[in-house]
T-cell receptor, first 113, second 114 residues
Framework: NAGVTQTPKFQVLKTGQSMTLQCAQD?????MSWYRQDPGMGLRLIHY???????DQGEVPNGYNVSRSTTEDFPLRLLSAAPSQTSVYFC????????????FGSGTRLTVV | AQSVTQLDSHVSVSEGTPVLLRCNYS??????LFWYVQHPNKGLQLLLK??????LVKGINGFEAEFKKSETSFHLTKPSAHMSDAAEYFC????????????FGKGTKLSVIP
């Protein structure tokens, strides 16, 4: 089924550990982005990419890295996890032809202890 | 600067009564506006979108929204609430200028009382 696939769905990390959240889409969308969702805050943009090889920072980029080597994949790396990064992470994609209607993944619930 | 304000953090309605979720926006450009719904522990699903065509937009599951430029509003309505409508709703702004970036409201949690 066409869509945005995120893995893992759940993850518990210890403070200082690193990990990569995976995101893949099979709709040939040029634009991909990562958001974090915290209670009462809505969703906030972490990083985004407008195409393979092109990434940029969003509103809350500190502590996260991204890369975009292919159109399909857009992994998010936590370099040294902190309790403040406990959140639900969503990956989203779109293309100009979608009228900017974004398709979201089902999310990764991350807890840092 | 772009911003979205959802005027109610929580709305409670009885099943079968109308739903009104309020959203105001601020944008330096001609906006595209969306409503997304998120059911508990699920991802976000697009309900409807306004992209400078008709100002009254119909979405899925009987929802609709009206874009009012003079009031900078994009309120979401439904004539008759159903138990399955209980969820969190996000008003979202795309302000253009080639950035592809979305600005989210903080969400309105809709409760439906049987």
């Amino acid at each position: 089924n066409a869509g945005v696939t995120q893995t893992p769905k759940f993850q518990v990390l210890k403070t200082g550990q690193s990990m990569t959240l995976q995101c893949a889409q099979d709709m040939n969308h040029e634009y991909m982005s990562w958001y974090r969702q915290d209670p009462g805050m809505g969703l906030r943009l972490i990083h985004y990419s407008v195409g393979a090889g092109i990434t940029d920072q969003g509103e809350v980029p500190n502590g996260y890295n991204v890369s975009r080597s292919t159109t399909e994949d857009f992994p998010l790396r936590l370099l040294s996890a902190a309790p403040s990064q406990t959140s639900v992470y969503f990956c989203a994609s779109t293309s100009v032809g979608q009228g900017h209607g974004y398709t979201f993944g089902s999310g990764t619930r991350l807890t840092v202890v | 600067a772009q911003s979205v304000t959802q005027l109610d953090s929580h709305v409670s309605v009885s099943e079968g009564t109308p739903v009104l979720l309020r959203c105001n926006y601020s944008s330096s450009y001609s906006p595209s506006l969306f409503w997304y719904v998120q059911h508990p522990n699920k991802g976000l699903q697009l309900l409807l979108k306004y992209t400078s065509a008709a100002t009254l937009v119909k979405g899925i599951n009987g929802f609709e929204a009206e874009f009012k430029k003079s009031e900078t509003s994009f309120h979401l309505t439904k004539p008759s609430a159903h138990m399955s409508d209980a969820a969190e709703y996000f008003c979202v702004l795309y302000s253009g200028a080639g950035s592809y970036q979305l600005t989210f409201g903080k969400g309105t949690k809709l409760s439906v009382i049987p």
